[in-house]
Each structure stands twice: as C-alpha cells, then as structure tokens.
C-alpha cells in the first residue's frame, strides 16, 4: 500500500511532468522589432489613427490610381506581397495590418465591432488624404471593403470582393459565427506551429501549395504582442447583421471573385451578393480554394488587373 508521503511524491512528480509539458508548449509573443526585422522592409510606415498604431506599406506611384488591400481573419498585409508586386508599376498599392491582426496589433479598447472597422478605416484614408481609391478584400477583409464602400459611396472607385464574408442566411441574423468555447483561449499561451498549419491547410484546393515559409509567417503574425487576444475578442464580438440595406448603397462596379473549391465560404454565395449589388460580375477561379491569392496568385490576379484596367478605361475622360 502507497504511504501519504509516497502518494504525496508521486503527486508532485506528476505535476513537475505536467508543468514541464506545458513549458514545452509555451508560445510566447513574438517582439515587435523581431517581426519588424523579419517583415518590415521598406515601404512599412505607421500612422496613429483613434488611439491605435496602423501598420502598413504604401507602394507605388504616387499619383497613380489607389489601391486599398484588406485582408482577411488571422491573416496580415504580406498575404497580398505577389500581387503588390505586379501591381505597383502602374498603381499606388496601399496595405494595412487591419485592427487585431500583425503589426498594428490590438486595439486598445478591444473593440472590434463593425461601426468601429469602418471609422478606423475611414479615418486611415483621411489621414494618407485619399479622395477617391478602389478596394479589394478577402474574406473578413471583404466583409470591411463592402461596409466602407457602403459608408464611403462617393469614394470607392471600384471594388474587388474575394470571397467575402457577411451574408449570413436569414436564420443566422444575429448569431455569432466565430463565437469560440472558452477553452480556445489557451491559444494565448500555447499555440504548436503545427496547429496553424493544419488551419490553413483547408483554405487551400490543393495543400501541397502551402510551403514552410508561408506556414512560419502566418505562425510568426499570430505570435504578435496582443493579437492572440484580439483575435478571440473579435470572434466572440462578431455578429451576423442583415447586409442588404447597405450593399444597396454600394455605387462602385464590384468584382466577385472566389476559388471554386473554397471550403470557407462557397462560392455559391457569389450569387447572394450579385443579386443585390447595382453592378457587379463574378469570376470563379477553377481549381483553387479560399486563399487563392496565396495558392496561385498570378490566376486570380489576371482576372483583378482586366477589372481594375476597365474601371480605369471607364474613369478617364
């Protein structure tokens, strides 16, 4: 029979075991210089707007068309570096950390709500004095580009949706759809490389795309200081709102783009936007999936730049 004093040693043993497993899994943030370094190249800038440091790069001519790219959940500015790339010679290519997510970080006050999304990025275009521009977002960064075009009808040009959130069935209205058990809160201090891998895997078609460089800064930007934090605060504040009465105030030509083996969000709901938006057309990429400007990005980009090349040819006199 095991003594009090055994069964007390054996006890604490299985705790040492237990704290030092832990300790192994341990993920501690990651400093800002130390990301900064990894992926601040020029042209990163900051600029202070309603209490909080946006992170972005502006690229690009000057006085060229703008282009504002927003990007999705969990995601950072850098998903959109192949498609900067073509597109700078002949616009001004404007990328930001969006509120929660990389280098910008938490926002102070952990409000994530819609109204305050659109303010800050109202306020950011304010700021950087853009009168007009066109904006392209992907999936959550969709949602935010059609609610700023909704608010900001006069000065969006053109817009590029991919894959955009925000049309829920009617059931869904009011519901939380990222709302996450309190257990997921342990991201906060334990977050294994391997489980971001295995998220990202199904936004891919085919997942052999998702090379160890891409995999390690996704992993790198969800370890910035506050954004594990602001992503749980986010996902437990979004709520499903009927979009319709907005989207009617859109006035830009809207490009609807999916991969058509998006498993995030079908691109049969291309046609729930395409009903209610003024002008709009689809294009749905064969053989990709949600991240298809990371999958395959000269596919998706080709049908982005023929867009973008009309609504230009539209514009001029």
Known sequence: MMTRPQKLTK?????????????GLWTPDLERAELTKRYGAPPAQSIAVDGLTVYYKDSGPKNAPVLLF???????LQTWDDWSAK?????RVIRLDLPGFGLTGAHPAQDYSEATDVAILTHFVDKLGLNQFSVIGHSMGGKMAWALAASQPERVQALVLMAPDGFPELKDIGSKPYEVPAIMGLIQYFLPKYLVQKSIEPAFADPHMLNEALVNRYYDMLRATGVRGAILDRSNQ??????????KKIKAPTLLLWGEQDQMIPSSNAQSYAVVLRHSSTVVVPKLGHLLQEEQPDTGLAAVMQFLEAQQAAIKP
Do not use: K
Not at 11 to 23: F, P, S
Not at 70 to 76: A, C, E, I, Y
Not at 87 to 91: K, M, V
């Open 238 to 247: 979004t709520i499903y709102t009927d979009p319709v009465p907005r989207l």
């Open 87 to 91: 597109l700078d010679p002949q616009y």
């Open 70 to 76: 927003l990007h999705g959940f969990g995601s950072s």
């Open 11 to 23: 006890l604490g043993l299985g705790a040492a075991i237990l704290a030092l497993a832990l300790l």
